[in-house]
């Protein structure tokens, strides 16, 4: 079993930078990672993901060229730099786990790609 724990969110005005933490605990981690939203009223999209190598990464149009997804294996930790933020990124952000085993897979967009989730975390980005 795998556990996932995010850090980071908070309040960013329009145009500010944030940075999103997830720590894994539990088993050996050769987990690729990606990133999830919830817009209030809105379905949990994608965000980005990245190979367990860090070599790969995948993005959503929305966040292409704004966020960066990153990994630091010793610290079995995945963070989301998020620069010149907007208010539509306004969500909860959630990591998640997909499959283990490949240095250079990375994840798609569908969620049944994610097997194990964390709690999410609250960024609020104001006008």
């Known amino acids: 079993q795998v556990q996932l724990a995010e850090s980071g969110g908070g309040l960013g005005q329009a145009g500010a930078s944030l940075r999103l933490s997830c720590v894994l605990s539990?088993?050996?981690?050769?987990?690729?990672l990606g990133w999830f939203r919830q817009a209030p009223g809105k379905e949990r999209e994608f965000v980005a993901a990245?190979?367990?190598?860090?070599?790969?990464?995948r993005y959503a149009d929305s966040v292409k060229g704004r966020f960066t997804i990153s990994r630091d294996n010793a610290k079995n930790t995945v963070y989301l730099q998020m620069d010149t933020l907007k208010p539509e990124d306004t969500a909860v952000y959630f990591c998640?786990?997909?499959?283990?085993?490949?240095?250079?897979?990375?994840?798609?967009?569908?969620?049944?790609?994610?097997?194990?989730w964390g709690q999410g975390t609250q960024v609020t980005v104001s006008s």
């Open positions: 990245i190979s367990w190598s860090g070599s790969r990464t």
């Open positions: 998640a786990a997909g499959r283990s085993g490949s240095t250079l897979y990375v994840p798609g967009h569908l969620q049944n790609e994610y097997y194990y």
């Open positions: 539990g088993r050996a981690f050769t987990y690729a």
